[in-house]
């Protein structure tokens, strides 16, 4: 279940690199300064470097089945799903009217990214949990 959760984490990856590049290349930073857009800078860079983060522990943990990395990961991945729901509401509230770039964001993208990592997020969680006998 680990390896999977890997692959499922890539896929959440991908389709993320692919909304910051949609956001960087819609002029999202530069609507920092103008305030038009509803995803501060610091959001949306958070978001991924937490993720980044928590999959390097997950790779440690499964390497080395150490538990203490599937449980950190957990924890660090909560922080950057937190931060991924805060930014889903925002888009949300936009709706066809988002103001800034992220506006662009294909509805399937967006969905595909949620969908598959709420189900990393599932998949770490279980395998921590069987990991320390929960």
């Known amino acids: 279940m680990g390896l999977v ?4 984490w890539l896929i959440t990856a991908m389709v993320g690199i692919y ?3 949609l956001w960087l290349s819609g002029g999202g930073l530069r609507q920092q300064r103008t305030k038009v857009t509803s995803f501060p800078a610091v959001l ?3 978001h991924p470097g937490l993720a980044v983060s928590a999959l390097g522990c997950w790779v440690v943990h499964v390497l080395t089945g ?3 990395f599937a449980w950190v990961s957990f924890g660090v991945l909560a922080a950057s799903a937190l931060l991924g729901f805060t930014m889903f509401t925002r888009w949300l509230g936009g709706g066809r009217h988002a103001r800034g770039a992220e506006q662009r964001f294909p509805v399937l993208a967006v969905l595909l990214h949620g969908v598959a990592g709420v189900t990393t997020f599932v998949l770490v969680l279980l395998t921590a949990a ?3 006998g929960l």
């Open 5 to 8: 959760a890997i692959v499922t």
């Open 19 to 21: 909304l910051l590049y």
């Open 44 to 46: 949306v860079f958070a």
């Open 66 to 68: 150490e538990r203490a």
């Open 130 to 132: 069987i990991a320390t």
